[in-house]
């Protein structure tokens, strides 16, 4: 089982990006799908979580700016960013508690991190 993260970028103050996580391999289900993101010098802290059944949990410092969805018939957790501010520089990370087809357990996994510049 992996995650694969995609989506970061160089942007402006105010502007958008769209991040993109998707799971593979020996999956049986998805728990709980979430971004975290680490800025330089900073610890990792929790951006946005989203359940199984959908309902979702922000950070205070995002809320009204971000949302988080998923599709569950592919595997897949999306970040939408809007009104990016420089603070949110850092590099997003996606996790999910996954149940492996095979033996049933659940196990969390992170994506490799995907680098999200605000910068004018």
């Known amino acids: 089982v992996q995650l694969q993260a995609s989506g970061g970028g160089l942007v402006q103050p105010g502007g958008s990006l769209r991040l993109s996580c998707a799971a593979s391999?020996?999956?049986?289900?998805?728990?709980?799908m979430g971004w975290y993101r680490q800025a330089p010098g900073k610890q990792r802290e929790l951006v946005a979580l989203?359940?199984?059944?959908?309902?979702?949990n922000y950070a205070d410092s995002v809320k009204g700016r971000f949302t988080i969805s998923r599709d569950n018939v592919n595997n897949t957790v999306y970040l939408q960013m809007n009104s990016l501010k420089p603070e949110d520089t850092a590099v997003y990370y996606c996790?999910?508690?996954?149940?492996?087809?095979?033996?049933?357990?659940?196990?969390?996994?992170w994506g490799q991190g995907t680098l999200v510049t605000v910068s004018s």
């Open positions: 996790n999910a508690y996954i149940v492996g087809r095979y033996q049933r357990l659940r196990e969390n996994y």
């Open positions: 391999g020996s999956i049986f289900s998805i728990n709980n």
């Open positions: 989203i359940t199984s059944g959908g309902s979702t």
